[in-house]
């Protein structure tokens, strides 16, 4: 009995070892957010603004193998905030990450009028993934690491 103890406690001890502590290690961060004003510089997602964006009506689609679906699955991304730095308010936008080894596309229809394109590419290592690079109408506007994750859209 006290050989089965010890062969039970020494294979506690050697199944053990510090690659299963990465297990717990993950971040998984698809998303870009934006601020969007007009020319004369009012906050076209501001509530209070009347020729502003009607968020609810704002619309998502992602390109996968070459077709453009409407993401209807995640509410969630028209939930706007105000930052409390820049005083203005921003909504973020899950991007397509359909497949995180190549460049995807996302389409964000705003209204009627107002609609943008979105390509991104993904970094993801061990543990990782994130935002690499985003191109807002084929114009790079992210890039690499010391990002800038609010971008400021003036429509």
């Not at 409407?70 to 973020?92: C, H, S, V, W």
């Not at 990782?128 to 609010?150: F, M, P």
Request: charged share 25%; aromatic share 14%.
């Amino acid at each position: 009995m006290k050989k089965a103890l010890m062969f039970l406690i020494a294979i506690f001890f050697f199944a053990c070892d510090s690659k299963d502590e990465d297990i717990l290690c993950f971040n998984y961060d698809t998303s870009m957010s934006f601020s969007v004003l007009n020319a004369k510089g009012e906050d076209l997602l501001d509530p209070e603004i009347p020729n502003g964006f009607d968020v609810s009506k704002i619309r998502l689609f992602y390109e996968i193998n070459g077709e453009v679906k409407e993401q209807g699955l995640n509410p969630d991304f028209r939930a706007i905030f105000k930052n409390m730095i820049t005083n203005k308010y921003q909504i973020t936008i899950p991007l397509n990450s359909s497949d995180l080894n190549k460049k995807t596309v996302t389409y964000i229809q705003w209204d009627e009028k107002h609609a943008d394109t979105l390509q991104s590419t993904f970094d993801t290592r061990h543990c990782y993934t994130g935002v690499d690079k985003v191109w807002l109408n084929n114009e790079l506007i992210l890039d690499g690491y010391n990002k800038k994750y609010v971008y400021t859209l003036v429509k």
